[in-house]
């Protein structure tokens, strides 16, 4: 069987946890199936993996309409395969015609939702009406959806009701169980230190990590606000960048300023670090926060996870499914406005809530670090890539 996974993100250029999906899956069902990657830009040298760039006629025109360029190019391509299968908006029309101009299935992985991500309308304009057209075009067309979580497939039924929920298939998102953990070695021990140390993270001090894109989604100043309730010898580490919009990034950059001010321990990474430099700093750290208000399953917390680290996290979407309450890590109640921003009702509850989950982890070391060796356990008995991806294909071959 050959099947075309078209994408945005793939590596080197990846953004974010679809990129992660599509990298992890296309190496594991490569074992099993005759596997192409089509995928945003440019080119690629990786065999079997083709990059597009957006036409040069649509250069200046509205980021949606670029995409679009995209995808007819990527459609135009796909003749011979027997499924086509694809990931996020940005690619899902894409699949949709491609399906359509070869008889084949279109087969629809759910990373998140257009009408619950409305503060999008801030980075496209008019071109958010288009990303959500072109979504439930392809869902409400495709042969199959998967969704990434068990919310996340509550999500697609509520937001498209002309979906059939026959159609909509659970796989969670999996995690390379090799790629990410601890370092075992002294040398890999000590070059870790090395790492840290010149991230200016000090690795005898407690630390709160977070993991994210700057995006209304992850919930990064509700964190930032918590972390001014957080004992003082506690670091707060920030990986984070790509900030979506002018006005979050200014909002971000004044609340890091902020809490600067009040504090010291605070460490903002903005570049996206390679692997084991990551790797590194996360197994430097004491707790993993994850506060997003909208998040249908969150890789990052597998990856913290599969280093040995406690999640705190929202409890919303799909994260409940990842994080056992009380065993790998602690599940923050959270109030939601049902206006798809996903604000809290109560936006002090919320961060008073955060905050005192925080502490209890990081203030208690031998109770967090029982609590990431549940982690690791979780990851490698529920979300190993090899039965992710045998899930997969039996979607695929439910299809065919």
Excluded at 146 to 155: K, L, P
Excluded at 343 to 361: G, I, N, Q, W, Y
Aim: proline share 7%; glycine share 10%; net charge negative.
């Amino acid at each position: 069987m050959r099947v075309d996974l078209l994408t945005r993100e793939y590596p080197p250029h990846v953004y974010g946890g679809a990129g992660v999906h599509v990298a992890e899956l296309s190496a594991v069902l490569r074992r099993h199936l005759d596997v192409r990657v089509r995928c945003f830009d440019g080119a690629r040298t990786e065999e079997g993996v083709t990059g597009y760039d957006v036409p040069d006629a649509l250069a200046e025109a509205n980021p949606a309409l670029r995409t679009f360029g995209v995808d007819l190019a990527m459609a135009g391509d796909v003749a011979g395969a027997d499924l086509v299968h694809s990931h996020t908006w940005y690619a899902n029309l894409a699949g949709h015609l491609a399906g359509l101009l070869n008889g084949i299935p279109h087969v629809v992985s759910a990373h998140s939702l257009e009408p619950l991500r409305p503060w999008k309308a801030e980075q496209l304009g008019g071109g958010y009406a288009l990303s959500g057209w072109a979504e439930r075009t392809a869902y409400e067309g495709a042969a199959a959806v998967i969704a990434v979580s068990a919310g996340m497939r509550a999500d697609i039924l509520r937001c498209y009701p002309q979906v059939d929920p026959a159609k909509v298939h659970v796989v969670h998102n999996g995690i390379d169980l090799n790629g990410w953990r601890r370092p075992d070695t002294p040398e890999a021990t000590a070059r870790a230190d090395e790492v840290v140390r010149g991230l200016g993270i000090d690795p005898d001090r407690p630390a709160v990590v977070f993991v994210g894109r700057i995006t209304r989604q992850k919930g990064l100043p509700y964190l930032l606000r918590a972390a001014e309730m957080l004992p003082p010898e506690v670091q707060l580490v920030l990986c984070a960048g790509a900030p979506d919009t002018p006005e979050i990034a200014s909002e971000v950059t004044g609340l890091v300023a902020d809490l600067r001010r009040q504090r010291d321990g605070v460490v903002w990474i903005e570049q996206m670090l390679p692997r084991p430099d990551l790797v590194a700093v996360l197994s430097a750290s004491t707790v993993f926060a994850c506060p997003s208000v909208y998040e249908p399953l969150g890789i990052v917390n597998l990856e913290a996870m599969a280093c040995g680290l406690p999640v705190v996290g929202t409890a919303t979407g799909g994260i409940p499914e990842v994080v056992e309450d009380g065993v790998t890590g602690l599940l923050v109640p959270i109030d939601q406005l049902q206006d798809g921003t996903g604000t809290p009702v109560d936006p002090e509850r919320f961060v008073a809530d955060l905050a005192s989950a925080l502490t209890s982890l990081a203030t208690d070391p031998e109770r967090a670090a029982a609590m990431g060796r549940a982690s690791r356990q979780r990851v490698e008995d529920h979300f190993a890539w090899d039965a992710i991806a045998a899930r997969t294909i039996e979607v695929y071959r439910s299809v065919v």
